[in-house]
């Protein structure tokens, strides 16, 4: 079993910048790519970021591109978020993904453990 947790959400003003977390534990041998996924209010899941296990495999929404940036420790078994530039579009709850393979996907389908999200919310 895999947990991942979410945090560092929360309530910023645009342009604004948030660092999320998401922490693994339990039997993470093995467990490869990550990614994170934000769902605004009333919309499906979307792709934001994904990164391989060694890091030097990153994929990027378009939205988000050149805002974000994804990045991970594997000594602390943790992926971040760093969320600069911040619109009120960006508000949504952020999931963070893992999967058991090396390279990241895009697609919500491929990730097998999921953390509970944290929200994030952009203010005008």
């Known amino acids: 079993q895999v947990q991942l947790v979410e945090s560092g959400g929360g309530l910023v003003q645009a342009g604004g910048s948030l660092r999320l977390s998401c922490a693994a534990s339990?039997?993470?041998?093995?467990?490869?790519?990550m990614g994170w996924f934000g769902q605004a209010p009333g919309k499906e899941r979307e792709f934001v970021a994904a990164i391989s296990w060694s890091g030097d495999s990153l994929y990027y929404s378009d939205s988000v591109k050149g805002r974000f940036t994804i990045s991970r420790d594997n000594t602390k078994r943790t992926a971040y978020l760093q969320m600069n530039s911040l619109n009120p579009e960006d508000t949504a709850v952020y999931y963070c993904a893992a999967r058991r393979t090396l390279a990241p996907a895009i697609t919500s389908s491929d990730y097998a453990y999921w953390g509970q999200g944290t929200q994030v919310t952009v203010s005008s």
């Open positions: 339990g039997r993470t041998f093995g467990v490869s790519a």
